[in-house]
């Protein structure tokens, strides 16, 4: 199991590298802790603020895995006044109290919330087993002004976090669900892949069994609506209406996988409520890859390799710079340099007027394709 003694540690660097004073650290106990004194160094003292971490509660759920959640309580002891820790030091920056403000006690409480204001999510080995861990904190909530012999005055803020672990599993903070390169702030998301069962009535028994002739991937989302480019696009669509526009998502499950999709936008919900946060609801399908039907987002580019023929197996090109693509039903994210596509008959579009097959290449900005293969870009595009 993790320790309490690791938690601090990890609270500890992650506020001092957040902080990077040298002279003035936080020093973080768990369970019981003690009163750091000032070290000196030469004419240089480093000065500790003092933080004790306590475990509130815990659980285990589950029977064959090592999971569950703390609740924490963080509670630091940080000094009215600035400490001297130099010979430098002006009076200004000494100054501990002037007009009720509190210069040094709102400096350290930016720093704390400035590190708990972000749910994170790390890993922790513990001997052989690796933990996957995140936390969620609010803000540091300040106390009265006390006063210590060690300390002076001094205030107490606290800060209550809840951590949930498990040994050698996923995170949801690591789900992660890019919509064409924008992280998606999700609340939460679906990702389902749905089989078309069939009845074998080949199988010659009297058991029936199954088989599946066709499956359907699909994203659904919930998240607020803010100021990015996910949320203006998913508005488009409910307010324009405009059916079978392609963007590119990438799902990243864990460490475990990770794949790139051309998909459009099915149902999409929007809900606002009184005073509260409005939120987008949104299902993402695979779209189409007919390009007289796809629509494409004012940034993409589409065109197309012309062939004589459809016996051609593969297509090689070079791209001016790192974009996503899709082409022969898959899609990429490619870096600035040569690639090869293998081709299926599947995979080309007969046009009877030219007496040509096409193959068709849609990337998420416009970018300069060279290739021995003619290609051009297609009025789709120009008109996205």
């Known amino acids: 199991m993790i320790k309490l003694t690791q938690l601090a540690e990890m609270f500890e660097n992650g506020l001092n590298n957040l902080y990077g004073n040298p002279e003035i650290k936080f020093h973080i106990w768990a369970d019981a802790g003690r009163f750091d004194k000032p070290r000196?160094?030469?004419?240089?003292?480093?000065?500790?603020?003092?933080?004790?971490?306590?475990?509130?509660?815990?659980?285990?759920?589950?029977?064959?895995?090592?999971?569950?959640?703390?609740?924490?309580?963080?509670?630091?002891?940080?000094?009215?006044k600035r400490p001297?820790?130099?010979?430098?030091?002006?009076?200004?920056?000494?100054?501990?109290?002037?007009?009720?403000?509190?210069?040094?006690?709102?400096?350290?409480?930016?720093?704390?919330?400035?590190?708990?204001?972000?749910?994170?999510?790390?890993?922790?080995?513990?001997?052989?087993?690796?933990?996957?861990?995140?936390?969620?904190?609010?803000?540091?909530l300040s106390g009265v002004v006390d006063i210590s012999p060690q300390l002076g005055q001094h205030v107490t803020a606290s800060?209550?976090?809840?951590?949930?672990?498990?040994?050698?599993?996923?995170?949801?903070?690591?789900?992660?669900?890019?919509?064409?390169?924008?992280?998606?702030?999700?609340?939460?998301?679906?990702?389902?892949?749905a089989n078309q069962i069939e009845r074998d009535v080949y199988a010659?028994?009297?058991?029936?069994k199954g088989i599946s002739s066709s499956s359907a991937f699909s994203i659904d989302l919930n998240f607020p609506s803010n100021a990015d480019?996910?949320?203006?696009?998913?508005?488009?669509?409910?307010?324009?209406?405009?059916?079978?526009?392609?963007?590119?998502?990438?799902?990243?499950?864990?460490?475990?996988?990770?794949?790139?999709y051309l998909m459009t936008a099915d149902n999409t919900t929007t809900r606002a409520e009184g005073v509260t946060i409005a939120g987008v609801s949104a299902a993402l399908i695979e779209v189409t890859e007919n390009p007289h039907i796809l629509s494409l987002p004012a940034a993409f580019q589409m065109?197309?390799?012309?062939?004589?023929?459809?016996g051609v197996t593969q297509v090689t090109f070079a791209l001016s710079e790192p974009c996503k693509a899709f082409i022969a039903g898959n899609a990429y994210d490619w870096e600035a340099q040569q690639y090869t596509v293998e081709l299926s008959y599947n995979d080309f579009i007969f046009d009877e007027e030219e007496n040509k097959f096409y193959v068709y290449l849609i990337t998420d900005k416009k970018v300069t394709v060279t290739s021995d293969?003619?290609?051009?870009?297609?009025?789709e595009a120009q008109n996205g």
């Open 159 to 193: 800060v209550y976090v809840q951590l949930f672990f498990i040994k050698g599993g996923t995170i949801s903070k690591d789900v992660q669900v890019t919509f064409d390169g924008v992280l998606v702030p999700y609340q939460h998301v679906d990702i389902t892949r």
């Open 373 to 379: 293969i003619s290609f051009t870009v297609t009025k």
């Open 303 to 310: 065109g197309r390799f012309e062939f004589n023929s459809s």
């Open 84 to 140: 001297r820790t130099n010979a430098a030091q002006s009076e200004e920056e000494l100054q501990a109290v002037q007009n009720g403000q509190y210069p040094f006690l709102e400096e350290i409480k930016s720093v704390i919330n400035n590190y708990f204001q972000e749910a994170q999510s790390v890993t922790i080995p513990v001997g052989e087993d690796i933990y996957s861990v995140s936390f969620s904190a609010g803000v540091s």
């Open 40 to 80: 000196r160094k030469g004419n240089t003292i480093t000065h500790y603020i003092v933080g004790n971490l306590r475990s509130t509660s815990s659980s285990n759920d589950a029977n064959l895995l090592v999971m569950g959640t703390n609740d924490l309580s963080l509670e630091f002891s940080i000094p009215v």
């Open 204 to 208: 010659g028994k009297l058991v029936s």
């Open 229 to 260: 480019n996910t949320t203006k696009e998913l508005m488009r669509f409910v307010l324009g209406g405009e059916p079978n526009t392609g963007h590119f998502v990438n799902v990243k499950w864990g460490n475990i996988d990770e794949k790139l």
